[in-house]
């Protein structure tokens, strides 16, 4: 049996429409990958656009993706 876990990575206070969008919930995105690969889970991240556009995201994402520690959805 199989599982797929996957995260919505999107930013912060997305639905609240009167205020200004920002991504600074990604910096706990670490230890939960930590925490994944603990028990050899290799999790599924579905990121919205403006995660894409964070430098800081961009490079934590590339980086799990490219080491085969997760996948982008």
């Known amino acids: 049996m199989k599982f797929i876990i996957s995260i919505d990575t999107e930013g912060d206070n997305q639905w609240d429409h009167g205020r200004a969008l920002t991504v600074e919930?990604?910096?706990?995105?670490p230890r939960f990958q930590d925490l994944c690969e603990d028990y050899g889970i290799k999790p599924t991240y579905l990121i919205t656009s403006e995660v894409c556009l964070d430098a800081y995201a961009r490079d934590l994402f590339t980086g799990f993706i490219?080491?085969?520690r997760a996948e982008i959805g």
């Open 66 to 68: 490219s080491g085969g």
């Open 25 to 29: 919930n990604i910096k706990f995105v």
